[in-house]
Structure formats: structure tokens, C-alpha cells
């Protein structure tokens, strides 16, 4: 019975050893968590996005900026947008922080950092038929430096426009749109995001599926075939400071590398190598190692050093003065004094072998003080380094999910004064909001890119008509212009659309429309705070568009509607503050 007992908690201790994972997949889960340490932004539903916080800084690896636990931006993402504000100039910030990351990691990034990888390579693992890599996989590969000069680089300074993000990205589908539209917070009310989806929604949400089943199929799909991060850093892997590298003076040719390598690389550490460190272990000439292989001493470094050292087994074999001398060629001192004691003392009973325990320890190379101490600095360095990896990843759970600033919304009784740009005037033309005191001023907050929002539009063009004598109703474009073009292409949406002719007004809200004056306590006294804000955020917006707001003939906020609205609600609205 205590042998049954021992059997099965032995079988059991087997199975975990064979199914750890390696230190590659522990360093891509804890790159994943860094990167999504907010983890309250999962639980309510909203985006970490505080001015002074850490989202203007961009991660290594792919990961939207928009998933509820981001705690910084995506260097994919933030080109886009750079290239897109850029008017044609460069944008050195994001450029350089790429450089950065490329000169000291290029694609080890993708083998260790990047969460889309380590969920591609999860996926891969479901026992199914796959599709092995051949020449075909290799010339698709091109095809994401196809992506990147097109959809990253050209389009977006063009028609200013983060052309990838918007139509491509299944990180910016699944961490951002998907993680936020599965919280039950952002189904209704004011953050009802349901209310915007539409065909661009359809289109990325079936792309991502597409993705997802080929890489179960196909060793990381995304990677090999469509990522344009992936093909930026490919550019530096031959001069980055970490990666593999390959000793050609050792080399044989013999392919194993390559036949091994589940990406379509040519070589070891070309443009296509993920840099994942699998290919070290099938090398028979060990021509295959880490660069930085000076400063630590590697695995195969050690093999190597053992390799020197003959094991007792050898020895005995051996037996005879003159093959040990030969052996003194390719060993150290302190190993041929061990072995001359080994050969010359005779062998006891008790020191024969007679085990399967003592022949595997007899087989065993006599380890030399200087490869042991390597071994014992190399144990304490790793130690050291899983502490300080620990340690951060602990601190910033604690930071981001208790200490974090988040951006405040404002909540105000009186509408600020503002002043917005005019779209649809032959000349430049602002609207003031001083300028119609003693009416009902019915503001709506839209995009081009929102469905519900230009849907809506004729509404508020219907009230106007109605009540054009008593009202005025103007709708301020969102500050996230993503329409190809940006302003420009703001009014030629509404040239196609016809509502240059319209009644109602059109304008731009900006990052700094409104004057925002708030009392606030500060070292025990009332001052007033001066704050500039989007209208938007100033109106106690939520997080998603339409949003309408009313503002009565004494500049007072009367009525604020998250989401969409129907003629009849919003004529009825309109009334009750009219008649108020």
C-alpha cells in the first residue's frame, strides 16, 4: 500500500516536472502582466488614462493602448498617431523610443515581451493538424513589410489616418474593444458602447477571429504574416545588443537549426528570428549561443567546460599512466590530480560501483572549483534577477490598482464660457457661447467614425428647423479625429453627406475649449482652480459618443443625455428646459 501511495505521488511530481513551464514562457506571462498590471480597469470597465501617468509611454511589445489594464502605450499605435499629427515632420520622441527597444532587444521582443506572441503560442498548443512552414510561408512572410510601409507609415501621414489600428490590429480588437464591451458597466447609461458598434466593428471583430483559428493551425499566424512591429525590429536583429548568434567557424551546415525553428527563418538571427533560444539546445557543434555570452556565463558554456573534465568511468577505463598524460593535454591541473588519484589508489570494495544510483554517479564529470563557483554566481545572479522582476511586478499592481491617478471628471452646474471653430463657413468663423444668452443652446458631441452619432444628426437638425427663433444646436466634432484627412476630412464628410446646408452649426472641440473654474481646499483654505479642458470632459461626459447636452437661457447645464437620442425624447428635453 505505501508503495502504491509513493508510485502515485511520484507520477504525480512527473507530470508537473514534464508540463512547467520554461523560463521564456514565465518571462512572456510576466511581460503580459507588466503590461496590464491595472487590473481595476478590468473590473470597472474604463481605460487608465491619466495625464501625468505612465500611457505616454510606450511598451516593448504589442498592446493596445485602449485594453482596460494598460498601463502604457503601444509603440505600433503610437507611430500611427505620431506619423498622423506629424504633418509630414518626424517624430522623433516615438521614433527614438523604437530605436531603443530595437538596437538593445530588435525581435527578442517578440520571443519573450510581446503578449500577442505568447497567445498565438498557447494557441498553436491545441492538438490539431499544422501547417508547416515551406517557401510559400516564407514569400507571405514579406508581406507585413508590405503592411508596415503602407498602413504605418504612408497612410497615415497622407490621409492622417492609424490606418493598421483602425482596420488590422487584433490586439486593439480583443484587449481593447472586446475586454471593454464584456464589463456589464459599459452595456448601458453613459458608457454604452454597444450603441457604436457597426461594420467597422463587424469587419475587425471577424478578422480577429480569422487570426485567432489560423494560430492553431499555424505557428504565430500574426507574427510571421502581419505584424509590423515585428518587422521593424526584424531590421535590427543582426546589430542588437541581445539576441542568438551563430559562430560560423563552428558551423557544419548541417540545418538543424533551421529544420528545427518553427519561423520562416533562413538562418539563425536573420529578419524573421525571434531570437526564442530554441535552436542553442539541437546544435551538435554548439555554434549556436547568446550574445552577451562575455558578461554570463551560458548553459552551453558550461557543457562546454565540462566536456574537459573526464568522468571516473573514463578513467577507469582508461587506466594506464600513458592515456592519462593524454588527458593532461585538454584538462586543467586541479582535473589531473584528480585523476592521478583516481588511477593510481586502488579501488576498494565499498568504492566499486555496484548500483544503478553509483553508476550514474560514477558517469558524472568531476566539476572543477572554477566552473562550480560560475555555477554558484550564475544561481544567485538568476535569484537576484526573478527578485527584482518580483518586486516590480508587485509594486506596480499596488501602484496602479491603489495609487494610480486616474483623470478626473469635471462636474459642473454652469456651462464655461467657450469658443469652437466653425466647420461649413466659406472663412474662418468661431462659434462664442456669449453670444446667445437668453436662448437654449443644445450641444451634441459626435464623430464621423461613430455610427449612432451620424445617425442621429438629423435630429438635431429637425429641432433647429423647429425652433430655430428660440434655440441654437451645434455639434462638436470629438478631439479623436480619426477620419482619414482630420479636419479637412471632418468637412468633406459633411459636403458628401450634404449637412454643409444646414440650419444647425458644426464645430471642433478641442483639447483646451473651455476655461473650467472650480472651488477646490487647499491647506485649509477655498481657492478657485483654473482648468482647461475639452467641452466634452467639462459636461461630465462618459466614455463613449452621442452625448447631448442642454444648456438653458441663464448658461446653466439643464439636461445631459449619454448615448443615443430619438426626435421625440429630445424635443420633449428641449421643451421642458424652453418652457422652464
Excluded at 504633418?87 to 525581435?107: H, S
Excluded at 443644445?442 to 425652433?467: D, H, K, M, R, S
Amino acid at each position: 500500500m505505501k508503495t502504491k501511495f509513493k508510485n502515485f505521488f511520484i507520477k504525480i511530481k512527473d507530470w508537473f516536472v514534464r508540463h512547467k513551464p520554461s523560463k521564456r514562457r514565465l518571462i512572456q506571462v510576466y511581460a503580459a502582466l507588466l503590461y496590464n498590471a491595472n487590473i481595476k480597469g478590468f473590473v470597472t470597465g474604463s481605460i487608465y488614462n491619466a495625464k501625468n501617468g505612465t500611457k505616454y509611454a510606450c511598451v516593448p511589445g504589442l498592446n493596445c493602448y485602449s485594453c482596460p489594464g494598460a498601463t502604457g502605450a503601444c509603440p505600433l499605435g503610437a507611430l500611427q498617431n505620431a506619423l498622423q499629427a506629424s504633418d509630414t515632420k518626424a517624430p522623433y520622441y516615438v521614433l527614438g523610443i523604437l530605436a531603443l527597444f530595437a538596437i538593445i532587444f530588435a525581435r527578442t521582443i517578440c520571443g519573450f515581451l510581446c503578449p500577442v506572441g505568447l497567445g498565438q503560442e498557447l494557441l498553436y498548443k491545441i492538438k490539431t493538424p499544422k501547417i508547416k512552414k515551406s517557401r510559400v510561408s516564407r514569400a507571405f512572410s514579406y508581406l507585413k513589410y508590405v503592411l508596415l510601409v503602407a498602413l504605418v507609415i504612408i497612410i497615415p501621414i497622407m490621409l492622417q489616418s492609424p490606418t493598421f489600428c483602425k482596420y488590422i490590429c487584433p490586439a486593439g480588437t480583443f484587449g481593447g474593444a472586446i475586454g471593454l464591451l464584456i464589463n456589464p458597466n459599459n452595456a448601458t447609461g453613459g458608457s454604452n458602447y454597444f450603441a457604436q458598434l457597426g461594420t467597422l466593428f463587424t469587419w475587425k471583430f471577424c478578422l480577429m477571429v480569422a487570426i485567432i483559428v489560423m494560430s492553431v493551425f499555424c505557428f504565430r499566424f500574426f507574427c510571421r504574416f502581419l505584424c509590423p512591429l515585428g518587422a521593424i525590429y526584424g531590421f535590427f536583429n543582426k546589430f542588437a545588443l541581445l539576441g542568438v548568434k551563430l559562430d560560423k567557424s563552428k558551423c557544419t551546415d548541417c540545418g538543424l537549426c533551421v529544420s528545427h525553428c518553427k519561423m520562416d527563418i533562413k538562418h539563425v538571427g536573420d529578419h524573421e528570428c525571434i531570437n526564442c533560444g530554441e535552436c542553442i539546445s539541437v546544435c551538435p557543434t554548439q555554434a549556436i549561443s547568446w550574445k552577451g555570452s562575455k558578461i554570463f556565463l551560458h548553459s552551453n558554456a558550461i557543457e562546454k567546460e565540462e566536456e574537459a573534465q573526464p568522468t571516473l568511468n573514463s578513467i577507469l577505463e582508461k587506466g594506464t599512466t600513458a592515456q592519462l598524460s593524454e588527458e593532461a593535454e585538454v584538462t586543467s591541473v586541479n582535473s589531473i590530480a584528480a585523476m592521478a588519484v583516481a588511477v593510481e589508489e586502488p579501488q576498494t570494495v565499498e568504492q566499486v560501483p555496484t548500483s544503478e544510483n553509483d553508476l550514474n554517479t560514477a558517469s558524472k564529470p568531476i566539476e572543477s572549483p572554477a566552473v562550480a563557483r560560475l555555477k554558484r554566481r550564475n544561481k544567485w545572479l538568476e535569484i537576484a534577477a526573478w527578485a527584482l522582476a518580483t518586486v516590480l511586478l508587485i509594486s506596480a499592481l499596488v501602484y496602479y490598482n491603489f495609487f494610480a491617478p486616474y483623470e478626473e471628471r469635471i462636474s459642473l452646474d454652469e456651462c464655461p464660457q467657450f469658443s469652437a471653430q466653425l466647420y461649413n463657413t466659406e472663412e474662418e468663423k468661431t462659434f462664442n457661447l456669449s453670444d446667445y444668452e437668453g436662448k437654449v443652446v443644445v450641444i451634441n458631441f459626435w464623430a464621423t467614425w461613430c455610427n449612432p452619432c451620424v445617425g442621429e444628426i438629423p435630429y438635431f437638425e429637425q429641432l433647429q428647423q423647429n425652433y430655430s427663433e428660440d434655440i441654437v444646436v451645434i455639434a462638436l466634432h470629438s478631439t479623436a479625429i480619426t477620419v482619414d484627412g482630420g479636419t479637412n476630412g471632418v468637412q468633406k464628410f459633411l459636403n458628401d453627406k450634404g449637412w454643409n446646408e444646414y440650419q444647425m452649426l458644426f464645430a471642433q472641440d478641442t483639447e483646451t475649449l473651455a476655461t473650467v473654474i472650480s472651488q477646490e481646499e487647499v491647506d485649509g483654505e477655498v481657492v478657485e482652480i483654473s482648468r482647461q479642458t475639452e467641452l466634452y470632459k467639462a459636461l461630465s461626459g462618459g466614455n463613449t459618443l452621442p452625448h447631448t447636452a442642454i444648456i438653458d437661457k441663464e448658461g446653466k447645464i439643464a439636461y445631459i443625455r449619454p448615448g443615443s437620442v430619438t426626435y421625440d425624447s429630445l424635443e420633449e428635453e428641449m421643451l421642458k428646459v424652453l418652457n422652464n
